[in-house]
């Protein structure tokens, strides 16, 4: 929710209209506070956003198809940041952390942009941090339609993409969806980051 009222705060320093507000009437713009698990949104507005989950996989496949990363079917710790495991066919390694960030105490996070970009210009959709989506977790993906979906009414846990560095390349797939604890849209960790978005 922090990550909502900076979104607000970056759109209104811009001069453009907020995206998320404590009333269904879409008056009182989401500020401050904690407002519990309720949070409208104005999709129509031009203000800054968290990505829904279909907006931000389609961005992290940088316009390819059946391919597991941004980039194509393997990973290597020269495309990514993460936790390398070889013991998965598409990992080629080396295993354990990065070694070009696993120096001092963790997090032992890479700079933006240290990557190559995917084929849409975008920097880290793969490792590094995760990153929070708008969606509530629910099966199937794809409510409340297929077509631009925007996540379930309501649940417990928000979605987080991406993988991050501690973790095995399986998380950094571009289809590959957390939803259990680390999901609770109160909670921060070393693991996670965010991304925003903008209706035109």
Do not use: H
């Amino acid at each position: 929710y922090d990550v909502v009222k900076w979104s607000n705060a970056r759109s209104q320093q811009a001069g453009l209209t907020p995206v998320y507000y404590t009333d269904a009437d879409l008056t009182q713009v989401y500020t401050s506070g904690y407002n519990g698990y309720v949070t409208y949104v104005n999709w129509a507005a031009n203000g800054y956003r968290l990505p829904t989950e279909a907006e931000w996989e389609k961005a992290a496949r940088g316009g390819l198809s059946g391919q597991r990363f941004p980039w194509g079917l393997t990973i290597s710790e020269s495309q990514a940041n993460y936790y390398g495991a070889t013991d998965y066919s598409y990992d080629l390694g080396p295993n354990g952390y990065n070694t070009n960030f696993d120096t001092g105490a963790s997090p032992y996070t890479s700079p933006v942009g240290y990557f190559a970009a995917n084929g849409y210009g975008l920097y880290d959709m793969a490792g590094n941090v995760l990153e929070w989506c708008w969606d509530w977790y629910g099966k199937p993906y794809g409510q409340p339609t297929t077509t631009n979906p925007t996540g379930p009414a309501s649940g417990s846990y928000r979605v987080l993409r991406g993988g991050d560095w501690g973790d095995y390349a399986f998380s950094a797939r571009c289809a590959s969806r957390y939803n259990f604890g680390s999901g609770n849209p109160t909670f921060g960790s070393i693991y996670y980051g965010f991304r925003c978005v903008r209706g035109l």
